[in-house]
């Protein structure tokens, strides 16, 4: 069964500087790959998601993530963070047929102005 | 403009007492899910259904029952409720039939079993 690492819980940054959150798969074959945010009380949005192609890929509001097979990597970035974007990240990984993805625990950013 | 709508959004039940948490979506989504979260586990898959009249466990699906209404409707049903069911409860919608990636969340229902 797939599997998916956040090796951060919690990460720190000042309005204005770049960001990346890490990730870590274990699947054997293509696994299919998601970010998703989440803002205080609220429910998760879908921010990108990597299927097969370009190994990096665009997703809302200015984030992006690459993917690296031969890291099992899924790294989330954005070049200059704001202090909208404090929020719980969870990276997800889905396996093939069904593709239903398990979340990682998630890495809460905080945004220092 | 509402996407995924939960009710309750908080609740309190004592051990062994029902409920149904419910579910609509608008967006004529095919499939629907059920998640819960607990602090530090992320979110882990309840049931889903991936179309009207069919559902499916997931990871954690034991002390819990799913009724695909309709294709609006997803209901979570909570039989004899224990203090370990106590999590904050998400439903979720997705277009597609085939590449099971929720899109759309609602706010979540905050359960807590004493």
Redesign the interface.
Known sequence: AQSVTQPD?HITVSEGASLELRCNYSYGATP?L?WYVQSP??????LL?Y?SGDTLVQGIKGFEAEFKRSQSSFNLRKPSVHWSDAAEY?C?V?EGG?????????TSLIVHP | NAGVTQTPKFQVLKTGQSMTLQCAQDMNHNSMYWYRQDPGMGLRLIYYSASEGTTDKGEVPNGYNVSRLNKREFSLRLESAAPSQTSVYFCASSAGTERHQPQHFGDGTRLSIL
Do not use: D, E, V
């Open positions: 819980i299919y998601f009380g609220q429910g998760l949005q879908l998601k299927f969870f997800a889905g069904s593709y239903i993805p398990t979340f990682g625990r998630g």
